[in-house]
């Protein structure tokens, strides 16, 4: 099978949606906080579990894909 290069912009926005849909659907704990700066952040056991997630995304993706270089 050959596999499709994907620009590596793509390919990081590609991961980070589909690892941010796992995590909101398998999560039973609330995920964001406001920090002290106002903006909405993923807590930090949250954003380690994030960081895990896109682990295996990446792992899968590159199954089927090549993020091109940049």
């Known amino acids: 099978m ?3 290069t994907v620009p590596a912009e ?3 926005e590609l991961y980070a949606v589909l690892s941010n849909h796992i ?6 704990d ?3 906080v406001v920090d002290e700066n106002g903006d909405e952040v993923r807590t930090e ?8 997630i896109v682990d295996q995304v990446e792992t899968i993706l590159e ?3 090549i993020k091109e270089e940049v």
């Open 23 to 28: 995590l909101e659907y398998s999560s039973l």
């Open 2 to 4: 050959s596999k499709i």
């Open 30 to 32: 609330n995920i964001w």
């Open 63 to 65: 199954a089927f894909f």
């Open 10 to 12: 793509t390919w990081v």
């Open 45 to 52: 056991d949250k954003q380690n579990e994030f960081c895990g």
